[in-house]
């Protein structure tokens, strides 16, 4: 049995690869690790990688992580500048008995001294986003902190063993310095290959006060299926939030266990996630709360012409 899961469209092109990968074989940690790295490269991503947006005083601040499941040897970069592929840096850093999770001019320092390539992440394009949603916000008087669509991508190879990664810019004019959930064990991403994975997108800040994915894990681990751990945790803490904080944030999951089952999860409108396993062909689905419970459905041709239409479209000055 293979499998593998990630969130959102943009994952659609790493994940087709990998899954060939796996199907032939290949180990999950290096299929997943180049599927994500294969969203960091593509410019139209402006959430992740090269080509992500700034943080408010104009630089790309980047935070990835990487787990191996057989281990739970993990590694992870934070606020990582003009690096290429931090996902890569994560997994050398997974390798590491300790200074696992380095961030900033730290995690810039190793990932030079180990030889990663130093590469410009802020594009004109990029910026080009950035002043528009400047005008769109900041000149408005709105709250600025939107878009933050984390690639999480789990996978699971015919060895049985297991391996989750994440990457992204993080919040759209975030702080110098900030740091959500895409990069902390617990929250972001977790995976157990006696159990399974999960690994999360959303605002950072809501996701890491329920420790989401090892939350999810942990049901999992219970004996509930994937979907059902992964409805019950992101539901259980929206409650917990409205309730006792009084506001919840976008919250999204993907989930998959030692048997290849899967499971998604989301309070928002419209939340997308790619999957393929040796019984699932290769599909996007375009997930939806209904109720207590998300329901989700593979897209069509015209949903996957606009979304590409949507990405490369000019961005008006």
């Known amino acids: 049995m293979w499998g593998i899961i ?4 943009m994952a659609l092109e790493g994940v087709t690869e990998a899954a060939t990968q796996l199907a032939a074989g290949s180990g999950a940690s290096a299929s997943i690790v180049d599927a994500v790295a294969a969203v960091e490269d593509f410019p139209y991503y402006k959430s992740v990688g090269y080509g992500g947006l700034p943080t408010e005083n104009g630089e790309v601040e980047l935070d990835a992580a990487f787990m191996d499941g057989d281990t739970l040897a993990f590694g992870a970069v934070g606020n990582l500048i003009d690096i290429a592929n931090p996902v890569r840096v994560a997994q050398a850093l997974s390798r590491q008995r300790y200074n696992s999770l380095l961030v900033g001019q730290g995690a810039r320092e190793w990932a030079l001294e180990q030889g990663f390539a130093e590469k410009t992440m802020l594009t004109d394009r990029a910026m080009q986003h950035y002043r528009k949603r400047c005008r769109e916000t900041l000149d408005k008087g709105l709250s600025p902190y ?3 669509d984390t690639v999480g991508i789990i996978g699971l190879d015919k060895q049985g063993s297991m391996s ?5 810019s993080g919040l759209f004019m975030k702080k110098r310095g900030r740091i959500g959930d895409s990069p902390i064990m617990g929250s972001g991403f977790y995976c157990d290959s006696e159990t399974g994975a999960a690994t999360a997108t959303g605002v950072g800040e809501d996701l890491m006060k329920g420790c989401t994915s090892y939350e999810i894990v942990r049901r999992m681990a219970g004996g509930m299926t994937p979907q059902q751990a992964a409805d019950s945790v992101v539901f259980e803490l929206e409650d917990k939030l409205m309730s006792r904080f009084g ?3 976008d919250l999204s999951v993907v989930c998959m266990n030692r048997k290849g089952e899967f499971g998604a999860a989301t309070n928002i409108k419209t939340f997308s996630f790619v999957v393929a396993t040796e019984k699932q062909p290769l599909t996007v689905f375009r997930a939806e709360r209904r ?3 998300t329901h989700y459905q593979p897209v069509d041709d015209e949903w996957m012409q606009a979304y590409a239409a949507r990405i490369r479209a ?3 000055e």
């Open 6 to 9: 990630a969130t959102w469209r």
């Open 314 to 316: 000019p961005i008006e």
């Open 247 to 249: 506001r919840a944030g």
């Open 146 to 148: 939107d878009g933050h």
């Open 291 to 293: 109720a207590e419970k």
């Open 164 to 168: 989750v990664a994440t990457s992204t």
